[in-house]
């Protein structure tokens, strides 16, 4: 499905149906007088937050939405019904703009919420209406009212609790696909994410939800790249993770440039919260992460917390610290609902992500224990007594032994 976060429609409610002139006209009654009925209302414009929607690609094949007209007074005092409503189904995070793009004349942050839009316009009177003691057999009936029209933006910011900002080839999409049940697509180019993605992570009996948006280039708020108007997504978000190349070559750098694009974005994006990941560690020696963390850390002024999302090393501490802040967050507006509650509940258990905690025996201190080899392999040092080497010899005999009493089952 193609992604789709803005889009320019028309909309118009119904006009009002017309009045009726009529008379009653019967056997034996010589004076029926008049018995014409008014007219029915418009149709309204309404607007539906939905919660199985993610994208505005709806309104990107039908651009003109109208309500139907008010049905027509009829004689016997017959009032007209009220014309169909059209109702605009939009996905959780959408704001309405009016034809300016400034004016925002709807914001739905909530799934099963909704709101008229424009109303349709009222029926005109029939001539039963100004029957009176002085006016007994009146001939007037009227036209109903014309509804309202106008040319909408809608936009489409998605609602998450933290988001990922960084350099494209940063390892954004592999952190979210670690952490929880989404699948972005990841490859070694840049730009490989073109639209922003969601995951719902799961940590112990909390939950909250990521965003991962395509990579921020020097100049983008210029237009270079793929542009900064991604960024609107994560500005309802509580805390963002800037992630950092690792094997960049001036890591101070890479953050400094990322800062600059948010705040020369706005939205108060360059005031929010952040915690600063070194990313993709599997790749450097233990002299390199700690050379570099040192640089980080003076450049941004706060602790920078090291990262593999492919061996799955400093996930924990980092979704700790994450939570803090949108605990935080979450205590200071307590009116504002979670977007995991929004969104609804992930799926316990991300697969990949136990199987990675499973395999980390320590508390991600463990750089002190060993250090990354060339391909990315953890090396432990060696211990005194040599245990190691003896568990994992014992482990080769457990797997031979394995296999030949397969073999004897064969036989």
Not at 141 to 159: F, H, N, Q, S
Request: aromatic content about 6%; charged content about 30%; hydrophobic content about 35%.
């Amino acid at each position: 499905m193609k992604f789709l976060d803005q889009a320019k429609i028309f909309v118009k409610s119904g006009d009002g149906g017309a009045g009726c002139c009529s008379f009653r006209r019967e056997k034996h009654i010589e004076f029926g007088g008049p018995d014409g009925g008014d007219g029915g209302r418009g149709g309204d414009v309404i607007l539906e937050c939905v919660a199985n929607l993610n994208t505005l690609i709806d309104y990107r094949y039908q651009q003109h939405f109208k309500a139907k007209i008010g049905n027509h007074g009829q004689g016997r005092n017959k009032t007209g019904g009220k014309g169909d409503d059209v109702v605009l189904k939009v996905p959780v995070g959408t704001q309405v703009l009016d034809e300016d793009k400034e004016t925002v004349l709807a914001d739905l942050t909530a799934a099963g919420q909704t709101m008229v839009l424009m109303r349709g316009g009222d029926g005109g009177f029939g001539n039963m209406h100004y029957k009176s003691s002085t006016n007994q057999a009146p001939r007037r009936a009227d036209e109903g009212w014309p509804g309202e029209e106008r040319w909408i933006w809608l936009r489409l910011k998605m609602i998450a609790d933290a988001g990922l900002v960084g350099l494209p080839n940063a390892g954004k999409s592999t952190f979210l696909a670690a952490v929880t049940r989404a699948r972005p697509k990841i490859a070694d180019y840049p730009f490989t994410t073109l639209h922003p993605n969601l995951g719902v992570v799961t940590l112990g009996e909390e939950e909250f939800v990521i965003a991962d948006i395509p990579g921020l280039i020097e100049g983008a708020h210029e237009g270079a790249g793929i542009g900064d108007r991604f960024l609107g997504h994560i500005e309802r978000c509580r805390v963002l993770l800037h992630l950092i190349d690792g094997t960049e070559d001036d890591v101070a750098e890479a953050y400094r440039v990322v800062r600059h694009e948010l705040a020369a974005y706005g939205g108060g994006l360059d005031e929010k919260p952040e915690v600063v990941a070194l990313n993709k560690c599997d790749s450097l020696t233990a002299d390199d992460i700690e050379l570099k963390l040192m640089e980080l850390t003076e450049a941004c002024g706060q602790e920078v917390l090291p990262l593999s999302g492919v061996s799955g090393v400093g996930l924990k501490p980092i979704l700790a610290r994450l939570f803090v802040h949108i605990k935080e967050a979450r205590e200071e507006e307590p009116e504002v609902p979670a977007a995991s509650a929004i969104f609804g509940a992930g799926k316990r258990g991300a697969p990949t992500f136990q199987q990675r905690k499973r395999k980390q025996e320590a508390e991600d201190d463990e750089f002190a224990g060993g250090h990354w080899g060339a391909d990315g392999e953890w090396i432990w040092h060696d211990s005194e007594d040599g245990d190691d080497d003896e568990d994992y010899e014992d482990e080769a005999l457990d797997d031979e032994g394995d296999e030949e009493e397969e073999d004897d089952q064969e036989e």
